[in-house]
C-alpha cells in the first residue's frame, strides 16, 4: 500500500469525526480502537495487535517490526434521560426527559512505521473527548436543559526508540480541534439567552510514554498525555454580556497496563487510567461564571485474550469507570460511575491482514442532585439522571 495514501486517508479519517457522544467520566471517550473495545480497553497500552496501540503508549510503536496501518470507527448508541425533575418552587411540575438518546459515529486512523531496530514513527487521527444532549425545544426548564456539545479531533505524530531488549520510549505531538455549542435560555413569550455560545479553536498536547518487555509473553507500559486548555473563537453571550472567546480546559492522563501471555491460549490484560478532570472546574461564559467542581476520575479494567486458532482471537473484558462530576452534577451531562461488558473478536484475513469487531454495554447508576441554575439566579432543580450506553466498533489493520 502506497505510504502517502495511507497517510492522506488517515488525515481524511480525521477532519471527518462528526458528532460524538460522551460515554466515559466527564465527557472523555474510549472508543480508539475495536480491538481495545473487545477487551475495555484492558492493556491496550503494551498488546500491539495493531497501530492503534499509539493513542494509548507511543513507546509500543517499537514493538511492531513491519509497517502497520490501522483504521475504523465505533458506533454509540446513548441512553440518557431525565427520570424524573421538578423546580423547587413549582412542586408538582413534572420535567421527565425520555429522549435523549442518541447514535453517534467516531472513527479512527492509525499507522506505524519502523525505520530499524530502534526507531519508528507513527501518525494517528482520533478523538479523546466529546458529548452531547440536545434537549426538545418545549422542554419546561430550557434554562437547565438546552444544547449542550463538546467535540474534539486528534491528529497526532509520535516517534519512538528502543535502549535495549526490555525498554523502549516514546513521545508525541497532539494537535487537538475543539468546538463548543452551549445555549440556556428562559422562556418567556420569546426565548431569552441565558447562555449562547458557539465557538472553535485549536491546541497543542504532547503525549509521553515507556514500555518494559520483561520478556516476549510479559510487558508492561506507562503512559502521560498532556492535554492544553483550548481557546476557543466565536460567539459568547451571557445574561447580555457579549464575548469572542472561551476557554476550554482538558484534563491530562495517566494509564499503566500489562499484559501476560499465560500460555499458547490465553493472555491476561489489566490497565488502570487517573484523568485529571478537577482541572474542569468552571467556564467563564462573558463574565457569568458556571461552576462545574468535577474531580479526578478514571478507571480500572480487567480483561482476557483467548488464541482459538491462527484465524480467530476472542476477547472479552470489564471496566469500571470512576464518575468525574462530584457535588455540582448536571441535567446537561449526566454522568456517574459506570460499569463496561465488553467482548470482541478478531479474524485474521492472512498473515497481513485483520478484521476487528468489539461490543460493550455500559451501565450508569441513577443520580439524584439538586442543580442550581447560576449564582445570580439562584433556582433550583431536583432531578434523577440515568445514562446507559452501546457501543459497536469494527477495525481493519494491515502490515505490509
Known sequence: MNNKRILCQAITLALSLGSTSVFAAGFQINAQSATGLGQAFAGDG?????ASVMARNPAAMMLFSRPNFSAGFTVIKTDSRVKEARIDFAKHSNLQADDLSGTSYVPNAYLVMPVNQHWAWGVSAYSNFGTTTQFDDDYLAPGFGGTTSIHSANLGASVAYRLNSQWSFGAGIDVIHGQGKIQRFFRTNKRIPVINVDTKGTGVGFNLGA???YNTNNRFGLSYRYSPTIKTKGTVESLGSHADSLEIPLPDMV???????INQKFAAVYAVQWVG??????LNFAGTQKNYAWKDGGHISLGGIYYLNPQWTLRAGYMYDISATDHVKSIAIPDSDRQWFTTGATYHMNTNTSIDLGFAYIMGEDQNFTEKLSETFPIRLHATTRADAMLFGIQYSHSF
Open 211 to 213: 514500555v518494559y518487555q
Open 46 to 50: 503494551v498488546i500491539a495487535d495493531n
Open 255 to 261: 494509564e499503566f497496563s500489562g499484559y501476560h501471555r
Open 277 to 282: 478532570w478537577s482541572r474542569f472546574d468552571h
